[in-house]
C-alpha cells in the first residue's frame, strides 16, 4: 500500500541518514510526485543484485542436498 511504502522510505532514511527519495508536492488538483533518487536506485539495485545472489545460492543448495 501506498502508507506501507512511505514508511518503508521514511525508515530508510532514518537508519542511512539520507533520503531515497525526491518528492513534489502537488496544487488542489494534485500533480504531486515522489521518484527515487540516486541513494534510493543505488539501494534498489543492490537489493536486486542481492537477490539474484540469493537465488543462485539456493538453487546450489538444492542441487547438492537434493531438495525439490
Do not use: C
Not at 7 to 23: F, S, V
Not at 37 to 64: F, M, P, R, S, V
Amino acid at each position: 500500500s501506498y502508507k506501507y511504502a512511505w514508511n518503508i522510505l521514511k525508515r530508510i532514511e532514518k537508519r542511512t541518514g539520507k533520503a531515497p527519495a525526491e518528492k513534489h508536492k502537488g496544487g488542489e488538483g494534485g500533480g504531486g510526485w515522489v521518484r527515487l533518487n540516486e541513494w534510493g536506485l543505488y539501494l534498489l539495485d543492490t537489493y536486486k543484485n542481492l537477490l539474484a545472489e540469493l537465488e543462485i545460492i539456493e538453487t546450489k543448495l538444492q542441487k547438492t542436498f537434493k531438495i525439490d
